[in-house]
């Protein structure tokens, strides 16, 4: 049983850093693309980031390009999401999928989901 979780967030300031994990278990880890995806009660979840199974290529949302980068550790059975330049827009819970998704972009292409960590931007 395939199971993600993540951690990592909390209140920071506009402005300000936040890194995310994601932690895959019960599968072989390189065997999945993986994605960070982000909700509020307002919108319809938005797709962050993913990073393909073999590492070698990362994708970004528009609202995201050029402050977050995502990553991966194999051996931590990882993945990371590095969060700079955070803005109050930022500001929802982000959830870490796996999957082996032919649209990477699209959340109903993933096959496992993490509960959720909230993050808080205060302007």
């Known amino acids: 049983q395939v199971q993600v979780g993540e951690s990592g967030g909390g209140l920071v300031q506009a402005g300000g850093s936040l890194r995310l994990s994601c932690v895959l278990v019960g599968d072989t880890f390189s065997g999945y693309t993986l994605g960070w995806f982000r909700q509020t009660p307002e919108e319809e979840r938005e797709f962050v980031a993913a990073?393909?199974?073999?590492?070698?290529?990362?994708y970004y949302g528009d609202s995201v390009k050029g402050r977050f980068t995502v990553s991966k550790d194999n051996a931590e059975r990882t993945m990371y999401l590095q969060m700079d330049s955070l803005k109050p827009d930022d500001a929802a819970v982000y959830y870490c999928?796996?999957?082996?998704?032919?649209?990477?972009?699209?959340?109903?292409?993933?096959?496992?989901w993490g509960k959720g960590t909230r993050v808080t931007v205060s302007s």
């Open positions: 990073i393909t199974l073999d590492g070698g290529n990362t």
């Open positions: 999928a796996a999957g082996t998704p032919m649209v990477l972009t699209k959340s109903y292409e993933y096959d496992y």
